[in-house]
């Protein structure tokens, strides 16, 4: 009975390390695959972020040139070509040559 006993116990020990062994190995597989995924996930954020700084160096520019433009909108030159241009005035005694295009 005694034999009977250890075979059972030594038996038991090897599934439990069976067990216990595919356990970890699942385990490994998982953290495998997620380690990817997040790679993958990184990267895409990196890259989005890359763009993102482009976009705002983009519109902070824009940002500038339309400050800039605004300036320019309230300077006598500006008044004088608008006036000119669409307007179609001129300066008293100016003298306006046209081609007969």
Known sequence: MARKAAYRKRRQNRLAMLLVTTVVLMMMLVVTFKSVELREKRQFYMD??????????????????????????????????????KLGLVYEGEIIFKDEK
């Open 48 to 85: 989005r972020e890359t763009a993102l700084l482009k976009e705002i160096e983009a519109e902070e520019a824009r940002s500038a040139e339309i400050e800039e433009y605004g300036k320019y909108t309230q300077t006598k030159k500006f008044v004088e070509e608008v006036a000119k241009e």
